[in-house]
């Protein structure tokens, strides 16, 4: 069975591919599919702001030696102290503390409210803390998440244009980070989960991540599509469907090593804490992960080829390519990336594009010897005596034999 170790050398060499950039109309669909989910969520069912955003009266009983049927225990104390109140939310915060979340109440319905708790949960008043949230800080913490997400996407589009020195690979980023912004707060809205403060530094949060990964995919596309039009031995799309190759098994440790302690922390925040600030990050942070592994892979690297593709300098550079290629494989199979492989598979010596192996060393001395004579290597070299050939039959190198430098002779049964 092949390790995941081969399996990513195998990618990296092209002795394996897969055809990322060339299949990208499945991933443009699939992400379409995603994407109308989550404006269906968004703009159909709408998105679940918590009580920073929307404004109301929220009251914690703590303390509690059990939390058994809490949510009808506090529906009712809340509908006799205030004479039914409306929109409740009843959570709990870890294993001995309720939250409850409603409409703005004045002083009197929050006293009785506190009285009438503390009396149906058996705990005394003072463990029944309330506060007030005011819509008007949600609304300046918006604002300031929305200047913050259009200077960002602003700056992130002069850095890639003038690190990349192409508007493309800025637009291509640009579109990942919103296809990843878009699929997260989607998944918020059809699941109705609570949308906070912490839960916006999240969103921003996956932005960074997001963009990071599809920079390190951008800058090996940028390194084998440079090769590419000095060699004129790959199309464009080759070369960039080669890069995606070669660091996706990067890709995705790093997502995985990523996710784990993320998941751990949401499954800690489900199963004990109840929500919180820890929960609600969290969660942001696992979608938007996720969604920008997908999308740094399967969205922006194939839009980039689309985008490249269309220049007058790329239709001729695909020409001379698959001119070039056609003239080589004399009938032998051309990978997704542009190599030509051999019967077994495996990538052609002669095939000459990114990540070719190296001709295979001579397997004799008497292949080694016309290389010699080229060398400069005098005849007394070039006949060494057959001491001098190790076990194994493979001629030595000349500083082997005589030593660099005027060096004293080495063993031929040297083991280092």
């Known amino acids: 069975m092949m390790s995941f170790a081969q399996f990513g050398n195998d990618l990296y060499t092209g002795k394996r591919s897969m055809n990322i950039v060339g299949r990208q109309k499945l991933f443009y669909a699939i992400s379409g599919v995603i994407l109308v989910l989550a404006a269906i969520g968004i703009f159909g069912?709408?998105?679940?702001?918590?009580?920073?955003?929307?404004?109301?009266?929220?009251?914690?009983?703590?303390?509690?030696?059990?939390?058994?049927?809490?949510?009808?225990?506090?529906?009712?104390?809340?509908?006799?102290?205030?004479?039914?109140?409306?929109?409740?939310?009843?959570?709990?915060?870890g294993s001995d503390t309720i939250r409850i979340q409603t409409e703005k109440l004045n002083e009197t319905q929050t006293n009785a409210a506190q009285r009438t708790l503390a009396k149906d949960f058996g705990v005394p008043e003072s463990q029944v803390s309330a506060n007030f949230i005011g819509a008007s800080w949600g609304k300046d913490v918006t604002n300031k998440a929305i200047s913050a997400l259009i200077w960002f996407l602003v700056l992130v589009s002069i850095v890639l244009g003038i690190y990349f020195r192409t508007w493309k690979m800025a637009l291509s980023a640009l579109v990942a980070l919103l296809h990843d912004l878009i699929i997260t707060v989607g998944i918020y809205a059809l699941f109705k989960f609570?949308?906070?403060?912490?839960?916006?530094?999240?969103?921003?949060?996956?932005?960074?991540?997001?963009?990071?990964?599809?920079?390190?995919?951008?800058?090996?596309?940028r390194e084998n599509t440079r090769a590419a039009q000095a060699s004129g031995r790959q199309t464009y799309s080759q070369a960039a469907n080669m890069a995606v190759n070669q660091t996706l098994v990067r890709s995705i440790n790093t997502s995985v090593v990523a996710l784990l302690p993320v998941g751990a922390i949401l499954v800690i925040g489900f199963t004990y804490l109840g929500p919180g600030t820890l929960l609600d990050l969290s969660l942001a942070l696992f979608v938007g992960i996720a969604a920008g592994t997908y999308s740094s892979v399967f969205i922006a690297t194939p839009l980039l080829a689309d985008l490249r593709e269309r220049e007058p300098g790329m239709k001729d550079l695909a020409k001379r390519a698959r001119k070039y290629q056609e003239k080589l494989a004399h009938g032998r199979r051309v990978s997704d990336t542009g190599l030509v492989l051999d019967d077994d598979g495996n990538v052609s010596t002669d095939s000459g594009g990114a990540g070719q192996a190296p001709p295979a060393a001579a397997s004799s001395p008497a292949d080694a010897q016309p290389a010699e004579a080229t060398s400069g290597v005098n005849g007394e070299e070039a006949a060494q005596s057959s001491d001098e050939v190790p076990h194994g039959g493979r001629q030595l190198h000349p500083y082997a034999r005589t030593g660099p430098r005027g060096q004293p002779k080495r063993s031929s049964k040297s083991r280092r």
């Open 194 to 221: 609570e949308i906070t403060p912490a839960s916006m530094i999240g969103f921003l949060t996956i932005l960074g991540y997001s963009l990071y990964d599809t920079v390190v995919v951008f800058d090996k596309v």
């Open 45 to 93: 069912t709408g998105l679940n702001f918590g009580l920073e955003f929307r404004g109301g009266s929220e009251l914690r009983v703590s303390g509690l030696s059990t939390t058994q049927n809490f949510e009808a225990k506090a529906k009712e104390a809340m509908s006799e102290a205030t004479g039914g109140a409306e929109n409740l939310v009843v959570t709990t915060i």
